[in-house]
């Protein structure tokens, strides 16, 4: 099941991922992003993790829970 957020706007947010290459140690390393629309690169919600917003704009981002 893929992970959704709904912000302070109203607007339905689609948790992503992706795996990358770095250029400069060539380790590959995922990348987490939310979308406004459902991609079959949907991800959960990796552990660790919570969910905050841009106060400005809106958008969710991912952080670290300390």
């Known amino acids: 099941m893929a992970f959704t957020h709904t912000n302070e706007r109203g607007t ?7 795996d990358v290459t770095l250029k400069s140690t060539g380790r590959v390393q995922t990348i987490y992003y939310f979308s406004k629309d ?29």
Do not use: M
């Open 12 to 18: 339905l947010y689609h948790l992503n991922k992706k």
């Open 38 to 66: 459902s991609r079959d690169t949907a991800s959960d919600k990796p552990d660790g993790y919570f969910v905050k917003e841009n106060s400005r704009t809106g958008l969710p981002f991912l952080t670290k829970k300390k």
